[in-house]
T-cell receptor, first 111, second 115 residues
Framework: GNSVTQMEGPVTLSEEAFLTINCTYT??????LFWYVQYPGEGLQLLLK?????DKGSNKGFEATYRKETTSFHLEKGSVQVSDSAVYFC??????????FGRGTSLIVHP | DTGVSQNPRHKITKRGQNVTFRCDPI?????LYWYRQTLGQGPEFLTY????????KSRLLSDRFSAERPKGSFSTLEIQRTEQGDSAMYLC?????????????FGPGTRLTVL
């Protein structure tokens, strides 16, 4: 079956540092890939997505590239802010319409 | 507010009681999903509806769990004879379109505590 593996957290950074959160996946066929973010006390919301190989999703300074050869979809941001502190979930959906989420990676950004 | 809403936000119950949660999706969305999320884990898919049809229910955790979406609008998730292991956050999400690739919009969740 499908699976998503994310790096363990928490990831602790200082403001303006570079962020990478690794995500790799196992899936049959050609899934779509997503990053969701959950801010404290709020529901999950879509951050970005990519629907085919080599697509780059981007939003709010975050980027992730769909790498089929390495089955990866790593999340990056060049300069994090305190307001980026949240839990980030990598996810995929395929032809079965059943979404699969990773365990989530907590990001803590200090001033 | 036109987002996904869930009620109640918190539910405390005693073991063995039945509980029911409600989800109101975004009005034009035809798909509705239920998930369970435990501490330190990502959302775990339970079931989903396309309009009023429940298209996947094999992932419901046991026969104590059931879901309905009678008119293709709001949905309910019921847990019968609750157990302490049912304590978790129950999430609802909705989406539109026949594609698997569209964005899901999540509600704030219902936190269940079983004593």
């Amino acid at each position: 079956g499908n699976s998503v593996t994310q790096m363990e957290g928490p990831v602790t950074l200082s403001e303006e540092a570079f962020l990478t959160i690794n995500c790799t996946y196992t899936a049959t066929g050609y899934p779509s890939l997503f990053w969701y973010v959950q801010y404290p006390g709020e529901g999950l919301q879509l951050l970005l997505k990519a629907t085919k190989a080599d697509d780059k999703g981007s939003n709010k300074g975050f980027e992730a590239t769909y790498r089929k050869e390495t089955t990866s979809f790593h999340l990056e941001k060049g300069s994090v802010q305190v307001s980026d502190s949240a839990v980030y979930f990598c996810a995929l959906t395929g032809g079965s319409y059943i979404p699969t989420f990773g365990r989530g990676t907590s990001l803590i950004v200090h001033p | 507010d036109t987002g996904v809403s869930q009620n109640p936000r918190h539910k405390i119950t005693k073991r063995g009681q039945n509980v029911t949660f409600r989800c109101d999706p975004i009005s034009e969305h035809n798909r509705l999903y239920w998930y369970r999320q435990t501490l330190g884990q990502g959302p775990e898919f339970l079931t989903y509806f396309q309009n009023e049809a429940q298209l996947e229910k094999s992932r419901l955790l046991s026969d104590r769990f059931s879901a309905e979406r009678p008119k293709g609008s709001f949905s309910t998730l019921e847990i019968q004879r609750t157990e302490q292991g049912d304590s978790a956050m129950y999430l609802c999400a909705s989406s539109f379109d026949s594609s698997a690739y569209n964005e899901q919009f999540f509600g704030p969740g219902t936190r269940l505590t079983v004593l």
